[in-house]
């Protein structure tokens, strides 16, 4: 069985957080321990947007309200049109020669019923984890100094590998592929007993990704279904604890079955925005 990021291999070359070596020593334990600055937020968010429904949508808003004259619209505020005129609002668009050319022709009528997903943090089980992750999802700890003044901050990161009833994972804000990241510490940071001793027993697991032990940065992944085989390997820092429907969504909808020559989501999905919450 192959194991989520935890392949042997003896390359040298860059790689994903995929690998693993047995050799690797332990870092220093960053400063502070996990919320010594006093940000302890009890929960972080992530908004999760799909096949660039936020763009395609303010596409529309804005091509009603550009148009209303030229189309008769009641009011320039898409929302606020009736079912038939919304059912209209494709189709001129579609035949609009100057609007069907931006967005790649695709609108969306609708906000998304659904992006969010709130994940409880395990603080007193995996401390430099869940700060780690805070601060990234808030984006306040400034720029990356190894990496050209790139933002410490997931807003914008794509979901690179997406297994059904397995994971997805993301959090490589550097190369949105799976090969990059950082902590805020600006080094990996060990892995913490009390996080190796988590589950991945169900669905909305939160875990940190890694290349080998104590390799921890910036990715992380959310379990999908149960993942046994990460048990002991992954820290463990948090739960979901609200938006288990989206996530149920993405296994049914946009997860590649174990062994697809790919990994990426069928479609786009991107970390639209992200933050903490008391």
């Known amino acids: 069985v192959t194991l989520f990021l935890l392949r042997t291999t003896t390359t040298t070359t860059k790689k994903k957080s995929m690998t693993t070596t047995s050799t690797t020593k332990a870092p220093p334990p960053p400063r502070g321990g996990g919320g010594g600055d006093g940000f302890r937020p009890k929960f972080a968010y992530l908004d999760l947007d799909i096949d660039n429904h936020r763009a395609k949508h303010a596409l529309a808003r804005e091509f009603v309200k550009h148009t209303d004259l030229r189309y008769h619209w009641t009011s320039k505020v898409l929302r606020e049109l009736g079912g038939g005129e919304k059912t209209r609002v494709k189709e001129m668009f579609a035949s609009d020669y100057e609007w069907s050319e931006k967005g790649n022709g695709e609108i969306e009528l609708e906000p998304a019923a659904e992006e969010r997903v709130v994940f409880e943090l395990f603080w007193e089980k995996a401390p430099l984890a869940c700060e780690n992750f805070a601060h990234l999802c808030a984006g306040d700890k400034g720029t990356s100094k190894t990496f050209g003044g790139v933002p410490f901050h997931y807003k914008g990161c794509i979901v690179h590998r997406c297994v059904k009833s397995f994971m997805l994972q993301s959090g490589d804000f550097v190369h949105n592929n799976g090969t990059g990241g950082e902590s805020i510490w600006g080094k990996k940071f060990k892995d913490e007993l009390g996080g190796l001793k988590g589950k991945h027993d169900d669905m909305g697991v939160l875990s940190m990704g890694n290349t080998s032990k104590n390799s921890n940065g910036s990715q992380f992944f959310i379990t999908l279904g149960p993942a046994k085989q990460c048990d002991g390997k992954h820290v463990v820092f948090g739960k979901c604890v609200k938006g288990e429907t989206l996530l149920k969504r993405i296994n049914e909808e946009?997860?590649?079955?174990?062994?697809?020559?790919?990994?990426?989501?069928?479609?786009?999905?991107?970390?639209?925005?992200?933050?903490?919450?008391?």
């Open 254 to 278: 946009l997860a590649r079955d174990s062994g697809e020559t790919t990994e990426l989501p069928k479609r786009e999905i991107r970390i639209a925005d992200c933050g903490v919450l008391e």
